[in-house]
């Protein structure tokens, strides 16, 4: 059983990047914390993986060197004869690393040939450091701008040479295959990880940076934009629009204001989707030309340089981005590309890392996407044109998490993915409005609605809001659940379903849980959004749905049923409803381990609960909690998440038919993403809850 998984380049680059993206992201599932290695690093700069991993996965390297030794101490150690002094070296402050970590994803060097013939001296040195670590391989060939046939010759290459020199390899990535191809056929696995340009074009931002550029117009989301490809302006207008690309940027003399304004409004008349302007050779464009471009409101950045257009051009073309924290879209990017075309589930199992029996909230968040895609649901979003909710859907889309409806008018969503600069592309867009699906809605809700005297001609205005058509996809089968909230309010999310769902049979009341992702574990609380004062039946109902949706999430369900007082210790009618429903869920559900009446503190600290309830099975070990009323859990759970500095994901309806979901209107977009990979797993469950 392997503990790190050690990736080595074959060829000069390959995306690393990706790979120990998608390894991290595999582990980070299984294990309560991960670690990374780098057994060279460069002594100029913080090494950009090291950082990207540590960063992502919060894996603290305070405490541990994540590092072995710098390129220039190993070089001089090996001039000198002391290899096996390097060696050492770096395996003891590796062991310093596996020590505090139950799984290392390990990134080894950069490639150098050493251009005799023989195996690469360098490949040689990492496989090596990888049996030293007790480490599996996974080499890396980079297939950027290289014909299947060679691609596959490397691939084969570098698995003998690995087993040879006496590594133990765990599968082969070519990366940036320029075409899709058939990977060779080896004792491992192979895959082949197509070129995406979202992930190694630069931004405008990194464009800007390496020209040392002055920003005369943009913002942080214009600066964020991928550049695909550079366009020189220099001839007339008719000409530059002829050859303007999706993702271009624009390169021209800062005096040529026609094609300033020309491309900016080929921008915004959704003819091209540009990324960005270069103003070249210092020149500053007139005053008014400037206006024009304000008013046109494209959401592009323009950058002023001083050199002149080919020299800025070629400046340019030698820019590669790459994946950065501070970049999620590209983190994303990289992500979906490695879960599209790797059999994660097969590469897991050949790891065989021992699964934590904890769930860490890190787990829970990378667990929820993976679940959501392997029974992968169709979604609909009715905030069709909310910035936060498009940024959510290009990353939903990329990791593959749900097929997704956004809601609104195609121009208008059109018109702001071309201001954001993301790409919803494989999304279906639908206007409530002039959908042919509003008839049929209107005559269904009619019927729902009747004893409500809602008619006909009433129905079709109503089913043309955006939430209640949404309900309506739901309800009839074109769409698995709904997610919405961002710009909404609670009711008039919920309403909808309320009316249109409804909720599931036995079970008298709908309600919502908070999972709570505290720093060491994650909490189930119930139910702070829905239900103001819930009776005892209630309350009872909100218990078993709050159990059964923790362990749907791979929560052990132990309930607390909370009150101001502690077993037989207070007496009161709040404290006799949970009684009750304490009785009422033991009858219901005989093997749920449930206790209550419960205080907090004896419910989660273990001390307490040794005081309070010395023989208690829930007492101290909680992970449930179920609040009294409404007051007390939304309160408890803002309390707790401002304090505690906790994530608080939800609220999650639990109750209803067909799952749909409230966002808070704060809500960010990892909140969003979140929501909808709850929402498609309920989706795929068949009920929000039962």
Partial sequence: MARSVYLTSVGSGGGKSTIALGLAELLSRQVERIGVFRPLVSDTRPDPILTLLSERYRVDVTATDPTGTTYAEATALVADGRREELISRIVARYRSVERQSPAVVVVGSDFADAGDGSAPRELAFNARLATEFGSVVVPVVDGYGQSPEAIAAAARGAYHDLVDLGATVLAVVANRV?????MPDLPVPAYAIPEVPAVSAPTVAEVAAALDATLLAGDDAALGRDVLDYVVGAAHVPTLLQHLTDGCLVITPGDRDDLLVAASAAHVAGQVSVAGLVLTLGEQPDPRAMRLFQGLNTGLAVLGVTSDSYDTVAASSRIEGRPTTANPRKVEAALGAFEANVDTDELARRLAVTRSARVTPLMFEYDLIDRARARRR???????????????????????VADLTLLG?????????????????????????????????AE???????????????????????????TMMVQSGYA????????????????????????????SVASSVFFMLLADRVLVYGDCAVNPDPDAAQLADIAISSADTAA???IEPRVAMLSYSTGSSGAGADVEKVAEATALVRERRPELLVEGPIQYD??????????KLPDSTVAGRATVFVFPDLNTGNNTYKAVQRSARAVAVGPVMQGLNRPVNDLSRGATVPDIVNTVAITAIQAANGEASS
Avoid: C, K, W
């Fill in 602 to 611: 004896a419910a989660i600290d273990p001390q307490v609960a040794r005081t």
């Fill in 444 to 470: 269904a809700y009619a019927q729902l609605r009747a004893h409500r005297g809602v008619t006909v001609d009433l129905a079709l205005d109503v089913v043309a809001r955006p939430n209640y058509f949404g």
């Fill in 409 to 441: 008018r195609p121009d208008d969503v059109a018109r702001r993915t071309r201001e954001l600069g993301v790409d919803i592309g494989a999304a279906a867009v639908v206007d409530p409005v002039t959908d042919p699906r509003r008839d049929e809605f």
């Fill in 378 to 400: 169709h979604l609909v979003l009715p905030e069709g044109t909310d910035e936060r909710i498009l940024r959510a859907a290009e990353i939903l889309l990329r990791r593959g």
């Fill in 552 to 554: 749907r999430f791979g």
């Fill in 480 to 507: 698995d659940g709904m997610v919405s909230g961002a710009t909404h309010t609670t009711a008039a999310t919920i309403r909808p379903a309320f009316e249109i769902i409804r909720t599931v049979p036995g079970l």
């Fill in 178 to 182: 320029p075409e899709p191809m058939t």
